[in-house]
């Protein structure tokens, strides 16, 4: 596609619940990053990828959250049992080397209940 | 601390008029990004100034960096209605990771 694809765009799910949000960076970005941004606050980075490999994953608040990027495409970001401070909007960036313009997706907004 | 921190926090304005936000960082950097986010969702990157440049111009926007006071500032001329959002910088380092202070809330009043 022609931009960073983030889905699903909305997700409700049940406090302890484990769910999976999935980003579809550009084609032959090699850098991908993680955020996630509460209401009224800037992106809180998560994690950075740099190919398959995590670069920097100091910002994950837990060994609830975990991310993925297999083939150094598609990043999943997983977050197991769910709590309801979990809820936010998940955005996620590609760009094509560490030091250039990143693109991000529209985000997944999260809502435990 | 590897992110820049923007200021002020919230900035009103007529429309028409001129828009000025700063930011200030910490690190030795190789180029500074400024990003705009309308409703809580997706960063649309704005402008990259690189630490060698003083000034650099993109339509209505100036940016401006001095790496010996670690500071930038974005002006945004003659203000629309459709500017209101929130603006973001972001200090960049090499291959390292993008990091966003908490942003300028602009509303520009039509």
């Known amino acids: 596609g022609a931009g960073v694809s983030q889905t699903p765009s909305n997700k409700v799910t049940e406090k302890g619940k484990y769910v999976e949000l999935r980003c579809d960076p550009i084609?032959?970005?090699?850098?991908l990053y993680w955020y996630r941004q509460s209401l009224g606050q800037g992106p809180e980075f998560l994690i950075y990828?740099?190919?398959?490999?995590?670069?920097?994953d100091s910002g994950l608040p837990n060994d609830r959250f975990f991310a993925v990027r297999p083939e150094g495409s598609v990043s999943t970001l997983k977050i197991q049992r769910t709590e309801r401070g979990d809820s936010a909007v998940y955005l996620c960036?590609?760009?094509?080397?560490?030091?250039?313009?990143?693109?991000f997706g529209q985000g997944t907004r999260l809502t435990v209940v | 601390s590897q992110q820049g921190e923007e200021d002020p926090q919230a900035l009103s304005i007529q429309e028409g008029e001129n828009a000025t936000m700063n930011c200030s960082y910490k690190?030795?950097?190789?180029?500074l990004q400024w990003y705009r986010q309308n409703s809580g969702r997706g960063l649309v990157h704005l402008i990259l100034?690189?630490?060698?440049?003083r000034e650099k111009h993109s339509g209505r926007l100036r940016v401006t960096l001095d790496t010996s006071k670690k500071s930038s500032s974005l002006l945004i001329t003659a203000s629309r209605a459709a500017d209101t959002a929130s603006y973001f910088c972001?200090?960049?380092?090499?291959?390292?990771?993008?990091?966003f202070g908490t942003g300028t809330r602009l509303t520009v009043i039509p």
């Open positions: 960036a590609s760009s094509l080397q560490g030091a250039t313009e990143a693109f």
């Open positions: 084609s032959g970005h090699t850098a």
């Open positions: 990828f740099q190919g398959t490999g995590a670069a920097d």
């Open positions: 690190t030795s950097i190789n180029n």
């Open positions: 100034i690189r630490s060698n440049e």
């Open positions: 972001a200090p960049k380092s090499g291959a390292n990771n993008l990091f």
